[in-house]
């Protein structure tokens, strides 16, 4: 079946560094590629989607780009603050009737040091 | 201000009772979803609903029950039959049909503890 696999962690940096957070998907078809983040005690909040070969997705500062040739959707920020600081899950959505089903991979915590 | 709201944020339980975990949103969505998260994993699909009076089991349906009778709210009760409880929840929900189809919203979760 479907499944999402990210980069384990946790993940250090300093305040500023270059952040990129690694994630492959294996899928039949052509899913939804999604970035979530979860701070301390919270649910999940959507930091960016991409819905095809090739898009895009940014919010942020946060950018995601949508590689069917490597199935890949690696998560980048150029400079990262300690309000970063959270666990972020990459994930992927089959659509199917009038509901969808999203594929979560493990998640990766990040540790923002100032 | 549109969301998902449950509740309660915390909730304790005893060995052997049942406990239901309450999500209610008003963003006028049609599906709406429940996952599990234990420490250091990803989010697990428990049941799902894509409308009113109507539901589908997840991965992990064994020892959980829902009910849909209004599109606003999806209630999920964790059964005595569920061996190993202790976990965070996680109400979530999406518009039906349409390319946003594949977008769900979540909301701030509950953490429901057996003692």
């Known amino acids: 079946g479907d499944s999402v696999t990210q980069m384990e962690g946790p993940v250090t940096l300093s305040e500023e560094a270059f952040l990129t957070i690694n994630c492959t998907y294996t899928?039949?078809?052509?899913?939804?590629l999604f970035w979530y983040v979860q701070y301390p005690g919270e649910g999940l909040q959507l930091l960016l989607k991409?819905?095809?070969?090739?898009d895009k997705g940014s919010n942020k500062g946060f950018e995601a780009t949508y590689r069917k040739e490597t199935t890949s959707f690696h998560l980048e920020k150029g400079s990262v603050q300690v309000s970063d600081s959270a666990v972020y899950f990459c994930?992927?959505?089959?659509?199917?009737?009038?509901?969808?089903?999203?594929?979560f991979g493990s998640g990766t915590r990040l540790s923002i040091r100032p | 201000d549109g969301g998902i709201t449950q509740s309660p944020k915390y909730l304790f339980r005893k060995e052997g009772q049942n406990v239901t975990l309450s999500c209610e949103q008003n963003?006028?969505?049609?599906?709406m979803y429940w996952y599990r998260q234990d420490p250091g994993q990803g989010l697990r699909l428990i049941y799902y609903?894509?409308?009113?009076?109507?539901?589908q089991k997840g991965d992990i349906a064994e020892g959980y029950s829902v009910s849909r009778e209004k599109k606003e709210s999806f209630p999920l009760t964790v059964t005595s039959a569920q061996k190993n409880p202790t976990a965070f929840y996680l109400c979530?929900?999406?518009?039906?049909?349409?390319?946003?189809?594949?977008?769900?919203?979540f909301g701030p979760g509950t953490r429901l503890t057996v003692l």
């Open positions: 899928a039949t078809g052509y899913p939804s």
């Open positions: 963003l006028n969505h049609d599906a």
């Open positions: 609903s894509q409308i009113v009076n109507d539901f």
């Open positions: 991409a819905t095809k070969a090739d």
């Open positions: 994930a992927l959505s089959e659509r199917y009737s009038s509901a969808s089903k999203i594929i």
């Open positions: 979530a929900s999406s518009i039906a049909g349409g390319p946003s189809t594949d977008t769900q919203y």
